[in-house]
């Protein structure tokens, strides 16, 4: 199977900024430990997904 997913990981800024907006509630449950929320980890998680549907594209 091809890259076809992500468009071969070339999305735009304002692609992947959609995207994590739609998903801005998972991120959000996904950085609480223990009950704290986690602003770092959040950032974290948001560059990971930034680099990772950009990665093919043309600098």
């Given at each position: 199977m091809k890259n076809?997913?992500?468009?071969?990981?070339?999305?735009?800024?304002?692609?992947?900024?959609?995207?994590?907006?739609?998903?801005?509630n998972v991120i959000?449950?996904?950085?609480?430990?223990?009950?704290?929320?986690?602003?770092?980890?959040?950032?974290?998680i948001k560059i990971?997904?930034?680099?990772?549907?950009?990665?093919?594209?043309?600098?």
């Amino acid at each position: 199977m091809k890259n076809d997913i992500f468009n071969g990981y070339k999305l735009t800024d304002n692609e992947v900024s959609k995207i994590l907006m739609d998903f801005a509630n998972v991120i959000k449950a996904k950085t609480l430990k223990l009950g704290d929320y986690k602003e770092d980890c959040e950032q974290e998680i948001k560059i990971q997904i930034y680099k990772t549907l950009t990665k093919n594209r043309k600098k």
